[in-house]
Structure formats: structure tokens, C-alpha cells
């Protein structure tokens, strides 16, 4: 085999669109090889069972061969996989699948961030509850980029968050005590922090209080970049709570 082709990578389908005449350029989320992309020959005529493989949320073991960023298709298998079949799951998807391709660095391994993909993906599958899922997987994305934090750590003063105080929150420093030139978000209740610190996604303050974060993270990371997958959650069907 070429040292420059590669077979059996554990991959999912971030996005897709057309190339050329027949074929399509794919954006994959891969286990050893991080974001990349690359040209599925043909992918696009009646006779290739490619465009029906190659689909979101789809695991799949694939191969390529190329030098280069861009690389040619040469192996799809499919596997089994959850189905997200809920409007709201699928919607979610899509926004994971958009953080993914706007926001990870091209070819930068993330195994620990495949993980916490595929474990989002089956959960997205089994509940109508998809925001203390969404959360998580955004805490494990910025953890990803070097901005992870603790929900119960002030780290402009190295204290413990208290229950009765409230925090300000900084996408450079995490959770912080007082306002700063940094600070995006405050009044946050110290006792939604902890909660969260104890993996209370759940409760009514806990979710108002990360969603709140993880908005401004995620917002800090995009550097004005539009999600488009923000606005399906406006549809009636694809609305959270």
C-alpha cells in the first residue's frame, strides 16, 4: 500500500455539497486525522451507492489515498448507528456537525472529541431533551480548543464558587469573581455553578446559567462567524425549552 493511502478510519460525514459534475466534496469529523475533506469520485451518479453512504451522523470505516489537504476517496463502509429520528435530535446534530466544521482546526486530532461525538450522537437519539446533551458536548468542544474550566472555581481569585455570590464569566479565564475587560456574561448564581460542578444540567437555574455560557463560548470561538443551524431551533418542532 502507497504511504500515502489509508483504509478502515473511523470517520462521520460533517458536511457535503457537489463537485464537479458527478462527484462530491465531503467534510469528515475522523478519529486520527481530526476535520478533513475530501473528493468522493463519482459520488454523485445514479449508479454509485456513495451518495447514500455518505450521510450525516452515519458511522463509517473509509479510506483515501492523496497528499495534500484535500484527499480522494477510496473506501466507504458502513456501520451501525443511532438514528435521530426526533426533529429537535436532528437539528441538534446539525449544529454539532456546524461547531465541527466552522470551528475545529483542519487535520488536529481530537479522539477524546470523537468520543464525546459519538456518545452525543446516541444520546441526541434517545431523548426530546437535547439541551443538558448539547451542553456537554459544548463543554467537551471548547475543552477540546484548550477553554475548558470548572463551573465552581473562580480563577481570578483561586476560591471555590459560593452559593450565595454571584460570578461574571470571561471565554479567556473561565468562571471570575469581579468584571474585567475580558468579561462577557455576569450574574451568574453561584449555586447554579456548583450544581453544574456536580453535573446538575438539569435543573431549571443550572440550564439557564449554561446555556448563557456555553452561548458566549461558542460565540467567542465563531469570531462572527453565523451559525446556520441556529435558526432551525426557531421552527416549532425544533424549539428547546
Known amino acids: 500500500m502507497s504511504r500515502d493511502a489509508l483504509q478502515q478510519e473511523p470517520a462521520y460525514v460533517i458536511h457535503r455539497r457537489p463537485w464537479r459534475e458527478t462527484s462530491l466534496m465531503v467534510d469528515l469529523f475522523t478519529l486520527n486525522h481530526g476535520r478533513m475533506s475530501v473528493i468522493a469520485k463519482g459520488a454523485s451518479s445514479s449508479r454509485s451507492p456513495l451518495k447514500a453512504q455518505l450521510q450525516p451522523f452515519q458511522p463509517l470505516l ?28 436532528l437539528y441538534s446534530g446539525l449544529y454539532l456537525n456546524e461547531l465541527i466544521q ?46 475548558d474550566f470548572a463551573w465552581d472555581l473562580a480563577t481570578d481569585t483561586g476560591q471555590t464558587i459560593r452559593a450565595s455570590h454571584t460570578y461574571c464569566y470571561d471565554p479567556e479565564q473561565g468562571i471570575v469573581a469581579s468584571a474585567s475587560a475580558g468579561v462577557r456574561l455576569q450574574n451568574l448564581p453561584g449555586d447554579a455553578l456548583l450544581a ?16 448563557r455560557v456555553m452561548r458566549v463560548l461558542t460565540d467567542y470561538l465563531l469570531q462572527g462567524r453565523p451559525l446556520n443551524s441556529r435558526s432551525l431551533f426557531s421552527h416549532p418542532k425544533g424549539k428547546t425549552t
Open 196 to 211: 453544574l460542578a456536580g453535573g446538575d444540567y438539569d435543573a431549571p437555574a443550572s440550564r439557564r446559567a449554561s446555556k
Open 62 to 89: 473509509l479510506g483515501w489515498v492523496g497528499r495534500g489537504d484535500l484527499k480522494t476517496l477510496t473506501q466507504a463502509d458502513v456501520r451501525d448507528g443511532p438514528a435521530l429520528r426526533r426533529t429537535v435530535s
Open 102 to 147: 466552522r470551528i475545529l482546526p483542519q487535520a488536529d486530532p481530537c479522539p477524546t472529541l470523537f468520543a464525546a461525538y459519538i456518545e452525543t450522537l446516541a444520546l441526541l437519539a434517545e431523548t426530546s431533551d437535547v439541551e443538558p446533551v448539547l451542553r456537554r458536548f459544548e463543554q467537551a468542544f471548547a475543552a477540546a480548543l484548550g477553554y
